[in-house]
């Protein structure tokens, strides 16, 4: 019985079909499934493990070492505060105690009512809108401790939908467009574990050739 | 001082359409392609090795040098590094989001130039709206034809993969987003062999260039190498993004011609930083990313220029400028260096791993007034555990370049705030205000 809807299993097929090594598509199918569950299930991980061809344990090996896949469930709105030097200077702490208080949680927890989960991030590439916040991958900043308690009202509300969407940064990137089937170009099938060996003479067929996405 | 030197690589950002395909082809896009198509792929390499473009993500290594070390081999990769991380660091991230189409023209024409039939854009995870746009922008570039199996009608062929990161700072190090791109935990390859392009993505000869490298070569290719080493001065030729942040007025991003202009210029004039928040003088700025030593306000009129910085004792590295001005207490920022690269650590190799938690500890208890005197040498014993010497540049006992990068900071407070740090001792508590935030 598979763990991925059926949209999802053919999404993460395509996905798989991108890569001359199916290991590659690992992470972006991490996403995928956070994205369906919002974190990261033994199910999920078993079926990415058939999909990729490695075991679930390595699946998880892999998935622990990043900060973006949870292996443990998290709160409907994952809000990030970063407290790296640029937010820092700019009073991010400020904003983190306020945001732990707020929500009534420390950092690293969810509250209870599932809504949101805390965490420190480290520098998100967003200083000039120090100090700066994600909410589900999505940016927020400069905010200050009146800024977050209204963000945290529009999350509530519902009125963020459209910005924040739910988990998986991949739940609005359509990769199935015009993208070869490698399995094609290299005339191993779609599950070949893909040595790289087909590629350089594979150019004769290309995105209308395709197996895979589409 | 800002030059008359055009704008390459944001000529489009501030456009609301900046990430449109109709946008980049009103505006000269897919020009530089087609240019490169019409030449062989050796002459492209020319022209870049002409324009003595640096590699903007850090290490700053020629990219013409770069392409020209790749083994031959039936199969060769291009991986574009949009991994951007480096603290403070926020000029990629930009480029991706606002001028994806740039990014994908510039991969097509590093791509043909290299003999790559397939080329991939690691991207960071956390930059879920920069991932939906370059996603969308290879979409619409394989239905334009810039991509995908004949590419603008010439018979090249070249596939292009988005791929996610998923949070982890080393996957910046290109030999650990090799590792992490073939799906694997983000663990830094030994060396030697010391270059992907003998080894690297499944084995394969392997390029991998940063975003803002790739991003200038579409204007590299339609101006010619010779403009744009007209630009700049010696060996940093062109201009450069700049990322601005702490205690600045106006922190953000902005395009400068290399050489010309001094730290300074980038704090202080009107049209870039503005100066200090509240009219503070200076007391410290990191010049090149938190990997940097730091430098005070006697080296301010340093050019931005490579070399010049180096040989200053420090680097430009990823092109990053942090200010701090005589309210912030420098203990406290190079703790939360500290604290970043403990975190960070892949853990890998043993300098590394435990010294990044042996200094976070002992700056932690500096900066909170519960050290001794002797923690100052202490910390930098652990110091010299990661990187012999404490020189610049610095030793290296680790497989990658994150360690020596952990003391840059460390040394830096050490040696220029010692004074301060003992009144933390003294007082037992931190001398200066909290970091607020800023109201109103």
Known sequence: MPHLSCDNRAKAEAIVACYPQRRSALIPLCHLAQAQDGWLTPAAMEEIAELVGCTPAEVRGTASFYDMLHTEPVGRHVVTVCTNIACMLAGAYEVLDHAAAALGISVGETTADGEFTLEEAECLAGCDNAPCVQVNHRFFGPLDPDGFDALAEDLRSGRLADKVPAHGILSRVDRSVGLPGKAARSGTGARAAGSAAGQGSGSAAGPETGAGPE | ?440
Request: glycine content about 12%.
């Open chain 2, 1 to 440: 001082m800002i030059t008359q030197a055009p704008r390459i690589v944001t000529s489009r950002v501030e456009l609301a359409d900046c990430f449109t395909l109709e946008r980049h082809l009103a505006t000269g896009g897919y020009e530089g392609l087609r240019k490169a198509l019409s030449m062989p792929p050796p002459d492209v390499a020319a022209e870049v090795n002409k324009a003595s473009l640096l590699g903007r993500g850090g290490a700053g290594f020629p990219a013409g040098r770069k392409w020209s070390m790749l083994r031959q081999a039936q199969t060769r990769y291009l991986v574009v590094n949009g991994d951007e991380s480096e603290p403070a660091t926020f000029k990629d991230h930009m480029l991706i989001e606002r001028d994806p189409h740039q990014i994908i023209e510039g991969t097509a024409i590093a791509a043909y130039a290299t003999g790559v039939e397939q080329a991939f854009i690691y991207c960071r995870g956390e930059f879920a709206l920069g991932l939906e746009r370059l996603q969308q922008a290879c979409n619409e570039a394989y239905a334009y034809g810039a991509l995908g199996a004949d590419v603008l009608g010439t018979g090249y062929a070249l596939d292009v993969v988005i791929h996610p990161g998923a949070g982890a700072y080393i996957c910046g190090e290109e030999t650990a987003l090799l590792e992490s791109l073939e799906g694997k935990r983000g663990f830094p390859r030994i060396k030697p062999p010391f270059f992907p392009a003998a080894v690297g993505l499944y084995g394969e000869p392997t390029v991998v260039n940063n975003v803002e490298t790739i991003s200038n070569l579409p204007w590299i290719i339609t101006h010619g190498g010779d403009a744009f080493a007209a630009l700049g001065e010696g060996s940093s030729a062109g201009t450069r993004l700049f990322a601005l942040s702490g205690r600045v007025e106006h922190p953000g991003w902005f395009e400068i011609e290399m050489s010309k202009t001094t730290f300074r210029d980038l704090i202080y004039d009107p049209s870039l930083g503005g100066g200090i928040r509240g009219g503070n003088p200076l007391r410290a700025f990191i010049p090149g990313g938190v990997s940097a030593p730091w430098f005070g306000p006697d080296q301010l009129d340093l050019k931005l220029n490579q070399d010049a910085v180096g040989q200053a004792g420090s680097m430009l590295g990823s092109g990053s400028v942090v200010v701090m001005d005589s309210d912030t207490c420098p203990v406290r920022a190079a703790w939360r260096i500290a604290r970043f690269f403990h975190r960070e650590s892949c853990g890998q190799c043993t300098p590394c791993r435990e010294g990044s938690g042996w200094i976070e500890k002992i700056m932690h208890r500096l900066e909170q007034g519960l050290g001794r005197e002797q923690d100052i040498d202490l910390v930098l014993d652990a110091c010299d555990n990661i990187s012999p010497g404490l020189s610049w540049p610095p030793k290296q006992t680790t497989i990658c370049v994150f360690g020596p990068s952990i003391p840059s900071a460390i040394v830096s407070v050490a040696r220029m705030f010692r004074d301060e740090m003992l009144v933390h001792v003294k007082d037992g508590g931190c001398p200066f205000p909290p970091d607020a935030v800023r109201r109103g």
